[in-house]
């Protein structure tokens, strides 16, 4: 079946740093990925839509000069948080689609 | 109106029995719809996929769609302990997943 993988799982970063997300779909290629970002005991919370060659389309309210996203690859979809904050401190969560919507395994951003 | 709406619950059910999952959208141009399971702390898992009116059934797992009512359902037979989590009703809509805010089911021993 359909594979996404997510790295880092867990990542600690300073205020003011920026710190990116690796997702990468391994047995198929996807012109299109999702980025999401979940807060606790709340839903998945679209941020944009990652599309091969070009650029990313990101949902109202979500700052595309912070969540820098890069689509190089029908293979892997970048996520930069850029100039990091605690307010950002959530868990991000790639998808890619193949048939279905195959999710990573999420990275637990911690920012300090 | 929210697009996607489920009932947050916590649902407690007592393991054997069926546990029951609702979920309502608004979109009638909607296709697509899932079921995922979610551990804390982890990513969501596919359960279960339906695409046309009526049931669909996997294992312990029955899908129900109906479109006219806008409602999709998710049944567990001979629920088990393993089962308690949160589970997101998402709906395809315009090529992308809406989710709803998810039922945290718990089955009691």
């Known amino acids: 079946g359909a594979v996404v993988s997510q790295h880092p799982s867990r990542v600690i970063c300073k205020s003011g740093t920026s710190v990116k997300i690796e997702c990468r779909s391994l047995d198929f290629q996807a012109t299109t990925m999702f980025w999401y970002r979940q807060f606790p005991k709340q839903s998945l919370m679209l941020m944009a839509t990652?599309?091969?060659?070009?650029?990313?389309?990101?949902e109202q309210g979500v700052e595309k000069d912070k969540f820098l996203i890069n689509h190089a690859s029908l293979t892997l979809s970048t996520l930069t948080v850029t100039s990091a904050h605690p307010e950002d401190s959530s868990f991000y969560i790639c998808?890619?689609?193949?048939?279905?919507?195959?999710f990573g395994s999420g990275t637990r951003l911690t920012v300090v | 109106q929210k697009e996607v709406e489920q009932n947050s619950g916590p649902l407690s059910v007592p393991e054997g029995a069926i546990a029951s999952l609702n979920c309502t959208y608004s979109d009638r141009g909607s296709q697509s719809f899932f079921w995922y399971r979610q551990y804390s702390g982890k990513s969501p898992e596919l359960i279960m996929f339906i695409y046309s009116n009526g049931d669909k059934e996997d294992g312990r797992f029955t899908a129900q769609l109906n479109k006219a009512s806008q409602y999709v359902s998710l049944l567990i037979r001979d629920s088990q302990p393993s089962d308690s989590a949160t589970y997101l009703c998402a709906v395809n809509i315009q090529e992308k997943l809406t989710f709803g805010t998810g039922t945290r089911l718990t089955i009691i021993p």
């Open positions: 990652s599309n091969e060659g070009s650029k990313a389309t990101y």
């Open positions: 998808s890619a689609s193949s048939l279905l919507y195959t």
